[in-house]
């Protein structure tokens, strides 16, 4: 296995994404050797920083950084800071040089381990990433992963985090400088045996946490043995009780079964026989309804007596009918007679003289209807015309009255005397219809011709009286601009105007002429617009349009008073502004004292010709504001003239409208009068229409001749004689009746007699039921008592009554054994039934903790017998390779100092003259430590102190390392005494033994070479080239004898914006360039 490629992203400096491919076997079989170089500061160590962070490095001051966001490119003045830091590690594992390690004994399978399965991967991809707000994630082959399963994998792969895989800046010097229990941490990473001892770890906790488990569920069980003993006495009481209750159940259900059977059979003997009366009341009472339905028809029937009463009926009819032709025929005969003595009437002729005068009377009535309708069409009073004709409505009322007085009296005559000519009469009733419908039509249309002309009356009136409102308020309107603009007010304005023009020369001489040009020529835009002339008066319809206009000229001249205001508050100010400006100027005349005399005196000149010039300009534009003023005076007095000229109109108008108004008063009195007239002529003729009315019936009646009569008299006759035959045969009918009713009568009071005797035999079958009912109703009380006691002694009721008991029970012992069963229970006592539920429930819980207590019993057996057997292993793996590791160390350190001897030395945690005599060798005291460690399990502690010993006492035995090395020539071992660069030459033989006798996939060692001079630097790059047959290294050096051993050539450089960038070189194929 090794370091196939470095992906880094936002670590440190290294804003980018770099990418560092690294050479896998090369010539010779050897892994090679990558050399990093570049300046100081430009990141080289952050590389080493970055892949001891991918393998799980948790100390931020091991990286150098204070906190975790330190790692996260912090931004520069032309990159902002990023949000993420990220470093993958791709191992190649094609040869699977890592997967071909035996199982050891007291390990796992290889197969069933997470860890080995990824082992034997071509390719491992290690990924670390971390955010600002400090979450951090692990990803092994782009999946989510733990800590511990990164660290159990490096360990099993021979990675040191802590150790020899990565070596920093200063760690060199640092590692003889550490305690020997740091020491011992180092060597159990160079060993191989920090994965077993991780193993060790893992299992010791799972020790404890069993011993702590155990602990618990003891102490639960020694808390529920006593509650489950209590228990048990209580359900084995519980059950005595139910064997008695169920004995004394089956004596109850006996003993009720027996009586409530008894009972319901009493009840149900009761019922049949109140089924079978209750049969018999029915078929009764069928019988009964069947004689009562028949009764009811009877009596529903029409019986003989209602035809009866209909003969009778009829023959009062025939009676009354045969007295009214009886009437009738005397009637006629007394008609005949006094038509026979009627004389004849010469009053006649007197009423058709009557009717010829009102006939003309009326036609001269409508002559003057037509007459005031025509004068009527002329006037504008209609109101009073509409009066006069509902008077002409009354006056008609009472001759229509008087008319029919004179046909009433008419009437009176004729019946008299009987002679009159109804032909004629009729005519001039026509006639006199007809001039009356034509007359009426005529008065509706006139009237509402009135109602029309009243209406436009009204809006005249109306409109009249807007038009003098409307002159009114111009007329004032006139009169206030006349006033306001007057002599006087034109005059201040004037004035006011020079007072500002004085004001604006003075600050001419000193301010921005252009300016104030622009200031004046906006007032003489709003002058202007004020004194704009308006139109005059066109009429009487154009007085509204000039009232607007002149509330427009006065609020014109309103905005006029305000912008003289306005203008003298700016000439303040420009005044104020000449002030600074003087102030400025006199300055600026000191500041210009070199310049020419001249020079001054023509641009003096220059500015007040323009000054004067533009004074002038001013003094004809006040000249032609005058002009305008006057301008519009003239056209004021141009108003009041057209207002005169209108107002003398207006009084034309009015007189003309008083005119009209009098000739509509005439109209209306002239009316008044026909209406009178015409009302007294329509009354007489409604009084003479109801004559001819009254006359034309008698005519009628007069016309029946005496034939007609006689024929009548002889159909009299003969109905009065078929009236009689019908009489006498009604008679006959009312006598066969009546003995048929009497037939009818004998057949329904038996039927009535038939009907009582059944209702009696009814009657005494009800009885009878009720008496059975009652019986039954005091069974069933006693059944549901019965029943009650059953459910009050809690028995099945349903039961019960399905199971017939035996017929000779003895009811006396049962009711002895029920009580003495009854009195055992009482002496038991009651028992909560919730106590077998609660019995069950502890005892499975005491069962369940018992079982797990056996369980755990196994578990501590197994992990300690686990434990035991990775010490083991630990001992004797640590031994075999402590032992190459220091041949080896004493082989590198003479090879690194030409001479002298060093060695190793292991310190005992359990032998006090092994620390004070370090001169023994490290094979002496071997077998006293694996007989400790065999006798460990023998040891009889308590499971707290056991654990406090593992934990203690490590599977090795030893409490640290110590390092003797003696350079050649000199006599000292302590490597304290060393110089600097003999330190660093010893540390670096250690490592070198270490690599050697167990190879980590790839090393990297950061600036090791620092302290070395050029020849040691050459024996460390032997070394190097060496070791690269075993392992693979990455060297961040300075040195040149390190970069000519390297295959592949990486230069980091960092530019102004603080990111460190890579440049690489493989030397190689230069090399062969060359």
Known sequence: MYLSKLEIHGFKSFAHKN????????????????????????????????????????????????????????????????????????????????????????????????????????????????????????????????????????????FGQKTYSIIGQGMVEGFLNT???????????????????????????????SYANLNQVEILLNEIEPRLRSLTRQVDKLKRREEIATALSSWRNNYYGHNWHELNDRLNELNANYLELEKNKIVKEDKLVSLNSELSQMENQPTIGADFNELHQSLSGERDEEDILSRQLSRLDNWLKMKAEMPENSDSRELEKNKAGLLEQINVLQGEIA?????????????????????????????????????????????????????????????????????????????????????????????????????????????????????????????????????????????????????????????????????????????????????????????????????????????????????????????????SQK???????????????????????????????????????????????????????????????????????????????FTKHETRLEDLESALR???????????NQINVEKAKTVIVSRLELLQAEIASLRARIDQFTAEQQTKRDHLLNLQKNVQSLQYEINGLGNELNDLKVGAARQETKLEDLENSIRANDLDLLEIRNKRPESNLDLSRAEEE????????????????????????????????????????????????IIYELDLTIKERFDAEFKIISEKFTEYFKILFNGGSARIIKVMATDEEAKDDKKSETESSEDDEKALVLNQKQIDYNNTNKIKFLKKHNATGLAGIEIEATPPGKKIKSVSMLSGGERALTAIALIS????????????????????????????????????????????????????????????????????????VKLDDVKINR
């Open 599 to 677: 020079l001054s005196q023509n641009q003096a000149s220059v500015d007040t010709k323009k000054v004067e010039t533009q004074r002038i300009e001013l003094e004809k534009k006040v000249g032609a504001f005058n002009d305008q003023i006057k301008s519009a005076r003239a056209d004021v007095e141009t108003l009041n003239r057209e207002f005169e000229s209108n107002r003398e109109n207006l009084f034309s108008r009015q007189k003309e409208l008083q005119h009209l108004q009098n000739q509509i008063n005439d109209v209306n009195n002239r009316l008044n009068d026909i209406r009178i007239n």
């Open 818 to 865: 029920i009580a003495r069963l009854k009195h055992q229970l009482d002496l038991i006592g009651g028992i909560d039934p919730e106590i077998a539920r609660e019995y069950a429930t502890t005892k499975e819980r005491y069962d369940f903790l018992f079982t797990q207590t056996n369980d755990l019993n196994n578990a501590i057996k197994s992990l300690e017998k």
């Open 371 to 595: 007459s005031a309708k025509n004068q009527d069409n002329d006037s504008a009073g209609l109101e009073v015309k509409r009066k006069a004709l509902a008077e002409l409505q009354l006056e008609r009322d009472s001759a229509e009255k008087d008319l029919s007085k004179l046909n009433a009296w008419l009437e009176m005559k004729l019946e008299s005397s009987g002679q009159f000519d109804l032909s004629f009469l009729n005519n001039k009733k026509q006639e006199l219809t007809k001039e009356i419908v034509t007359a009426s039509e005529e008065l509706v249309e006139i009237q509402n011709f009135v109602v029309v002309n009243k209406n436009k009356l009204a809006q005249l009136i109306s409109e009249r009286t807007a038009l003098v409102t409307q002159i009114i308020e111009a007329n004032k309107s006139l009169r206030g601009i006349s006033l306001e603009i007057g002599d006087g007010a034109l005059g201040k304005i004037n004035e006011q105007l020079r007072l500002s023009l004085d004001k604006l020369e003075l600050a001419e001489r000193e301010s921005d002429l252009i300016k104030i040009k622009a200031v004046l020529s906006e007032i003489r835009q709003d002058i202007r617009a004020i004194l704009e002339p308006s139109p005059g008066f066109k009429g009487q319809s154009e007085l509204s349009r000039v009232q607007a206009e002149l509330e427009l000229l006065a609020q014109e001249k309103e905005d006029l008073n305000k912008l003289i205001n306005d203008l003298n508050l700016e000439i303040s100010a420009k005044e104020q502004l000449s002030r600074l400006l003087a102030d400025k100027k006199h300055q600026a005349e000191k500041e210009l004292a070199g310049i």
């Open 694 to 704: 009254k006359n034309q019936m008698n005519n009628e009646l007069a016309e029946i």
């Open 179 to 209: 305690s020997l229990s740091e020491r011992k941490d180092f060597f159990d990473e160079a060993t191989g045996v920090k994965q077993y001892q991780i193993k060790r770890d893992i299992a010791l906790n799972k020790l404890q946490g």
């Open 19 to 158: 990418s560092l491919v690294f050479p896998g076997i090369i010539a010779g079989g050897r892994r090679g050797l990558t050399a990093i170089v570049g300046p100081n500061g430009s990141g080289k160590s952050n590389m080493a920083d970055a892949v001891r962070w991918a393998l799980g490095e948790q100390s931020i001051k091991t990286l150098r950084g204070k906190k975790s966001d330190d790692i996260i490119f912090s931004g520069s003045d032309q990159k902002s800071r990023l949000g993420m830091a990220e470093v993958s590690l791709f191992l190649n594992n094609a040869d699977g040089s890592q997967n071909k390690k035996p199982v050891m004994e007291g390990e796992e399978p290889e197969t069933e381990n997470q860890i080995d399965t990824l082992l034997a991967k071509e390719e491992i991809v290690i990924t670390r990433r971390i955010f600002r707000d400090g979450e951090s994630e692990y990803l092994i082959n782009n999946s989510r992963a733990r800590l511990s399963d990164i660290q159990m994998f490096l360990a099993k792969a021979n």
């Open 993 to 1064: 033994a270490i690599i050697s006798a167990n190879p980590s996939p790839f090393v990297v060692l950061d600036e090791v070479d620092a302290a070395l001079d050029e020849a040691n630097s050459e024996r460390l790059a032997k070394i190097l080239d060496d070791l690269s047959s075993k392992t693979q290294f990455i060297v961040i050096t300075h040195n040149r004898a390190s970069m000519r051993k390297a295959s592949v050539l990486y230069g980091v450089t960092m530019q102004a914006d603080g990111i460190s960038q890579l440049l690489s």
